[in-house]
């Protein structure tokens, strides 16, 4: 008999709770696991002792933590070196920890195998987990990740509206969407489209940088043809020297009142974006927006799809720990389209940590200001069913009198 | 036998279109209408004989378009004046339309009122009739707006998982909602919170002025308390000289690229006030978002009471066409919490034309910088049920080794 440590790093996700209710109900089965710790604040929590008794919790309060968004037990930016690493593996041992699970991106997986490495070299019987999450998608090895399918589906809602308002009051619009260097996230906007001249019009992605003169020559090529366009733009988008449009617009005197280059959580490059448009193409409405930190975390809006295979990766990973010393939970799929489905995998740590994927070339259009109906059949199952709406704008008109 | 024409007018809102299927499926019962055209565009539709034959929409095509955000039919930001009505009624004659039913805020009201009268003087029998719409709930006489329990269900979801992000990586947190005179959609920021330290823990709004100073102090107090403060502001937040603090950004040198003031689509306000509370309260972490055009058109995500009420509202004012002149729909609320419900009267167009209203006192508390039970006692049955989440940082730790 040992015990558990969960915990749940980086930036939250709509599904990163069900992962740790995988993880609850999961290690509840198996009597090798005497107690389950939630470490509050991630690895922050684990060096301080901030425990919680997860096996305390309820099943009506484990059915609303799969349904809440964010990180419940809190979250961490630190990003543990090899002292910090130590400090971790030496509250496990005060504790009696055998068991790690840990649900992050990237650099959790690293953590995860940081202390792994450790506790073999001190002879530690140790066994860390890394449950994946991200809203990026980035993650090498598994199909998709856990948490982008239900914020694909707040963008895919976002721009199904958004397109429609432009509709009604027409003009462009731009909107700005999460990524930094994976463009999953902004290729979403493409998958709620049903009409041939719905929008986004033109996306672009951290993958396929672009001249502010190209980006303005799109846009008006669309405008001169639907008297309207709506553009999604991923917030790491860069020019051709591959330096991102938001480094530049702080080195111009036109940056924001902030000073500091800061992409998520600032308006400054949907401001700047909007401006050029405006300025450059003598557009009147020009409107833009940054989806900001609403398109992790909204309540009440998650994937279906998405919530079942996060939980499933934290069910994984405690049956997963029960064989083997490490490792991290990976998912492969069976099937797409209507026979849709995933089957689940352990990979090594080594495989996940530190390492990002991009935004396929197959999902890219060839003048690299869209998304293919590739990407379309890659992400839409993991959104699941989006709106279908209607737009009358489009019906005959009756003949004048 | 006469015919008809609906049209949509101002900015859209989730449930304008169920307003829409309500004058539709309500008309078609009445053989005193013959034909039932929708303007395209509003008003500058009207004029352009731009018309679609609405009876001709299937069953099918009605059900979705009542669940689909944004102005179906298109709309328009023009202000008819005398002239511009002159033309309207000129159409109406030429197309034997005797009956008029107009969706929007009090402008719509207003263009009711004057074609109506413009059509009394030269003795041509006609009945115009306005069905009420806003996001900003700010219309005269009626209880309250279809659009706006929509809306302030995005706010109020947005902002429970918005606390919920700030909760699990803290800092301060600024949240800038539409509203550029009313501050009923800030407001409903507070209608999720279910644990006492819920965000938004700090609430400004239109009708209550307020100093930088004064709003500096309010944050830094509650940081120092939490460890963390949520801040909801309305884009239409002014200083105690009564200009609001965006019209003061543009005229400092610290105004955003745009250089023109613009409420709505520009991150220029959350920006700014970030800028803010970074440099004059040294908190390493603070983040603002701007929550643009999403909380009006965003996809799949009404309110049903909103939207049986939106619909209503339009099948209303074809009853009342039968029986009066002219006239707005208006709900009175007959009972509030489990016991909610409205019944819908007809009022005059002139006492909700060109008028708005404020935020009552009472929804606001002592300070300026809250938003009272009252409130949520009011907003809440207009909302309905709004996500239950877990935050599992609260829970009682377990004892240190």
């Not at 604040?41 to 349904?67: W, Y």
Request: with cysteine; glycine share 8%; proline share 3%.
């Amino acid at each position: 008999m040992a015990n558990a440590v969960v915990s749940q790093s980086g930036g939250p996700t709509g599904v990163i709770n069900a992962s740790l209710v995988g993880v609850i109900t999961e290690a509840i089965k198996h009597k090798e696991i005497d107690n389950l710790y939630g470490a509050v604040h991630a690895v922050s929590g684990i060096v301080k002792e901030d425990f919680i008794d997860l096996k305390k919790l309820s099943v009506e309060t484990l059915r609303r933590l799969a349904l809440s968004p964010s990180s419940a037990l809190g979250s961490s930016r630190d990003k543990p070196d090899e002292e910090y690493c130590k400090k971790i593996l030496d509250v496990f041992r005060k504790y009696d920890v055998e068991y790690f699970y840990y649900i992050g991106g990237n650099d959790s997986a690293n953590t995860c195998y940081i202390i792994n490495n450790m506790a073999e070299k001190v002879g530690y019987q140790f066994r860390a987990f890394h449950v994946p999450k991200t809203v990026d998608n980035d993650l090498l090895v598994t199909d998709h990740c856990p948490g982008y399918g239900t914020a694909a589906k707040f963008v895919a809602c976002a721009l199904i509206g958004d397109d429609l308002d432009n509709r009604a009051l027409p003009g462009i619009k731009i909107d700005v969407i999460m990524g930094r260097h994976a463009g999953f996230l902004t290729a979403a906007s493409v998958l709620g489209k049903q009409r041939d001249d719905d929008g986004p019009h033109l996306v672009y992605v951290p993958e396929r940088p672009i001249t502010m003169d190209k980006f303005l020559a799109d846009v008006e090529a669309v405008y001169k043809k639907l008297g309207r366009c709506v553009v999604a733009v991923s917030e790491g988008i860069c020019d051709t020297d591959h330096v991102t449009w938001t480094e530049k617009i702080a080195q111009t005197g036109e940056k924001d009142a902030h000073g500091n280059v800061q992409l998520s959580g600032t308006g400054a490059l949907a401001d700047y974006l909007a401006a050029q448009v405006k300025t450059k193409l003598k557009v009147k409405r020009v409107r833009a927006d940054t989806f900001g930190y609403l398109q992790r975390s909204f309540a009440g809006l998650q994937s279906e799809v998405d919530r079942q295979e996060a939980e499933m990766c934290g069910r994984m990973a405690v049956q997963y720990s029960m064989k083997y010393d490490n490792g991290s939970v990976a998912m492969k799929r069976t099937g797409n389209g209507k026979n849709y489905g995933v089957e689940y995998f352990r990979t090594e740590l080594a495989n996940v940590a530190e390492k990002t994927k991009s935004l396929p070339d197959e999902f890219i259009n060839a003048e690299g200001n869209g998304i293919t109906q590739a990407f379309v059949e890659y992400a839409l199952p993991l959104v699941g069913q989006l709106p279908q709406t209607e737009y009358l704008g489009n019906y005959p008109r009756i003949k004048k009198k």
